[in-house]
Structure formats: structure tokens, C-alpha cells
């Protein structure tokens, strides 16, 4: 199995993408560490310590809280896209508290203790991340491997014209990290996510008859933004951060993907946050690889197939 740490934001896609990490069994999942993002930050510990409940894994994996703002500007959340995240559900995880090491800390020490050996998937905004290369520049030549989702490939934001959200929260820590030299792929939001990573009406009512305690508990975290995206256009549930995971366990569901040069606007009147991802044409040296097509229907199947597992909450 694949020694790996998510960094999450915790709420609706990110609790799929903790679920690859904690029941896929190409996955020893080493860490679970917090970022300001989506939510309030202690709704999105809560949503951690609910998901690993649901997989019947409290206890198992340490929840840090790392960096409860970005590394310069106020925090932004997106509570209109995903309500509290979690579908109204909670836990009751009395006994199972963060743990007191800072994430950025446990992020440093874990990719120390095995250099080369640890993989992170960062599917919120980069402050940890940033703040751990500031911390110990060591720490991206000790990393294998750094997935993020984040970005688009010259398509369309999501919160604003130019900007998908991880990159527009803390655009100066996603700078940071595309220069600061780790093995990094990255999962963009379009045209990626929004061809071949949404689940439609038809794959949500599959996955409502699976009748496991995990497919309902994803019916009810995707809920909030089924109901954004159907308000906005989009025909079904999107799944950028279990994509971002899926991609790591599981490299052939690439289909295509290509050597780039990505940079991040930090300065832009009305770019904050864009992604500039360059493909050779410009003369820029590449510093990621960028997933530009997946097979759909076969990421569907892996969704599907974790959601059967026969878990028993805690
Ligand atoms: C990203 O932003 C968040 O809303 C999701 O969790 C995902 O990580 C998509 O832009
Ligand atoms: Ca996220």
C-alpha cells in the first residue's frame, strides 16, 4: 500500500476522498491533516473524525488541525456551496480528539522520518503545504509524491471567472508550493473534473440503491451540493478530491496527462487565483504533470465499489 497523508477541507468531497484514503486497500493512510477551507474550521474536524467513524476507523488514523487562515488574506469559505459540509450529520467522537501536533508539524516530521517514501494528497488550499516548505526546505525533496487538487486548464472557475477555489483562498501558498519543487500532479477543476468526474441522476440513484451505511452517508454529504451545481448547470455531484486520490491509488484510470509549467496569479484585479498552465508552447520549464482526461467509468466504478464495502461505524 501506498504510505500517504490528506490534507482536506473537510466537506462533501473530501469526506469521499478520506474514504479512498481509509478503506481502499492500495492506501495506508498516515494522516489525516486540516486546512481553512470550505467550512468553519471545527465543522470540517468534525466532518473528519464523522467520516473515519463511518468507515469504522476512529481511533485508527490522527486527525491534526493545522492552519486556520491562509498565509496572508482573510479566510473564504464556500458554506453556500456546502452547507456545513456534512448533510446535518454528526458524531459523537468524545474520546477522539486532534491530535496536539500541528498539522504542519506532524506533515515536516512524517515526510522526515521516510524520505522519499510518503506521498500527500492536498485537496483544500495550500497553506499547510506552503507553511511546511517554509518551515523545513527539505521537506519537498522528502515528499515522493504531491497530488493537489486545485486549478484550471485554461477552463472555467468556480468561484470566480478566472479562479478555482484552493487556489483562489490562499493563492500565494499555491504559488509557493508550484516553486518550491516537489514531484507535483495536479487535478484541475476544468475541463477535468466537469467532463469526467461528475456523477449523474442515473450513477446517484445506483449508488442510492447500494443501501450500505457508506452510500447513504454519501447520498446525504453530497446533498447541499448536488442542489449548487443543479442551481448552476451541472447535472449531478462533483468529485474533484476523490479523483485527486483515485489518481494516486490508482494511475491507470490516466488516461492523458502532460508536463507543464504551472504558475498562480496572486496579484490579478480579477484573477486572484488563476492558474496559469502552460504546455511547452512557451518556453517555461515544466514543475507538474496535469491529469487532463480520466476514464470516467471507470472512477465511477471505483466510487461505487468503495461505497459497497460492508463497514460498520464505530
Ligand atoms: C475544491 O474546492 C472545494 O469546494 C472542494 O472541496 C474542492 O477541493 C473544488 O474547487
Ligand atoms: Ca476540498
Known sequence: PIPLIIDTDTAQDDCVALLAGLLDPAADLRAITMVAGN?????????????LNVAGRLGEVPVHAGCRRPLVRPWVGAENVH??????????????????E???????????????????????????????????????????????????????GNITAAAEF???VDPEAAKAVFAAGFAV???????????????GPSLLAEIAAV???????????CAATLEFD???????????DSLTTAVLLHPGLVRRSGAYHVDIETAGELTRGYSAMSWGVHGLP???TVIEEVDPGGFADYIRGLLSTPATPN
Open 39 to 51: 467550512v468553519g474550521f471545527g465543522r470540517q474536524v468534525h466532518n473528519a473524525f464523522l467520516t
Open 83 to 100: 452547507g456545513d459540509g456534512a448533510g446535518g450529520l454528526t458524531v459523537d467522537h468524545t474520546g477522539h480528539a486532534p491530535d496536539p
Open 102 to 156: 500541528h498539522a504542519v508539524d506532524a506533515l515536516v516530521r512524517m515526510a522526515a522520518e521516510r524520505p522519499g517514501e510518503l506521498s500527500i494528497v492536498a485537496i483544500g488550499p495550500l497553506t499547510n503545504i506552503a507553511a511546511a516548505v517554509a518551515k523545513d526546505p527539505a521537506f519537498p525533496g522528502n515528499v515522493k509524491a504531491l497530488y493537489v487538487m486545485g486549478g484550471s486548464n485554461n477552463g472555467r
Open 166 to 168: 484552493n487556489f483562489y
Open 185 to 199: 500532479t495536479v487535478v484541475p477543476w476544468d475541463p477535468l473534473t466537469l467532463r469526467d468526474a461528475v456523477f
Open 211 to 221: 443501501g450500505t451505511p457508506l452510500a447513504d452517508f454519501f447520498t446525504r454529504v
Open 230 to 240: 443543479r442551481s448552476v448547470g451541472i447535472d449531478g455531484t462533483t468529485h474533484p
Open 286 to 288: 515544466a514543475n507538474a
